[in-house]
């Protein structure tokens, strides 16, 4: 199947720090890519949606500024967490949507953790 | 908004008994629903998944089905084993965009 890889795989940064994530559709164009942010027990939270060479859609409540998505290529998507807090620990996941077929398909995830 | 509930948040089954895992979506144009496995910090693994001009599918112990009037949607697990203890979660899609709405997750134990 489709392979999608998200760098780093961890990373503990001190507070007031920017962190950069990257998401690599590795095997296929990806038409979209999906921010999500998961928090221990439970679900997956949409946080922003993101198309090669526009900018991306964000979700109600998700500051724009704080997470500032670049979709340079149409197999990779950065989130970078800017002047990041504590409260901004979580396991980011990103995902990839197929031009082939639409299906969506996951990155192993972030964990990001803030000091 | 768009909203998908799931029930029950946890459930727990002893090895060979079914599991069922319920999902209601709030988008009548919803038309693509497919279901996740996630392991403790794994990513999400897509195990089945249905459209909306299917009533039932199956695939070995897992089957999904539909009721497109009532907009609910459901997961079904047969002769359950240990390795399918994870929690599962379902998704919506909409017509016309790619935005896949979750619902809140079903932790599933399996006992031996």
């Known amino acids: 199947g489709a392979v999608v890889s998200q760098h780093p795989s961890r990373v503990i940064c001190k507070s007031g720090t920017s962190v950069k994530i990257e998401c690599r559709s590795l095997?296929?164009?990806?038409?979209?890519m999906f921010w999500y942010r998961q928090f221990p027990k439970k679900s997956l939270m949409l946080m922003a949606t993101?198309?090669?060479?526009?900018?991306?859609?964000?979700e109600q409540g998700v500051e724009k500024d704080k997470f500032l998505i670049n979709h340079a290529s149409l197999t990779l998507s950065t989130l970078t967490v800017t002047s990041a807090h504590p409260e901004d620990s979580s396991f980011y996941i990103c995902?990839?949507?197929?031009?082939?077929?639409?299906?969506?398909?996951f990155g192993p995830g972030t964990r990001l953790t803030v000091l | 908004g768009e909203n998908v509930e799931q029930h029950p948040s946890t459930l727990s089954v002893q090895e060979g008994d079914s599991a069922v895992i319920k999902c209601t979506y709030s988008d009548s144009a919803s038309n693509y629903f497919p279901w996740y496995k996630q392991e403790l910090g794994k990513r999400p693994q897509l195990i089945i998944d249905?459209?909306?001009?299917?009533g039932e599918k199956k695939d070995q112990r897992i089957a999904v089905t539909l009721n497109k009037t009532a907009k609910h949607f459901s997961l079904h697990i047969t002769e359950t084993q240990p390795e399918d203890s994870a929690v599962y979660f379902c998704?919506?899609?909409?017509?016309?965009?790619?935005?896949?709405?979750f619902g809140t997750g079903t932790r599933l134990k399996v006992l031996a």
């Open positions: 249905i459209r909306s001009n299917v």
């Open positions: 993101s198309n090669e060479g526009s900018k991306a859609t964000y």
């Open positions: 095997d296929f164009q990806a038409t979209t």
């Open positions: 998704a919506a899609r909409t017509s016309g965009t790619y935005k896949y709405i």
């Open positions: 995902s990839a949507t197929s031009r082939a077929n639409n299906e969506q398909f």
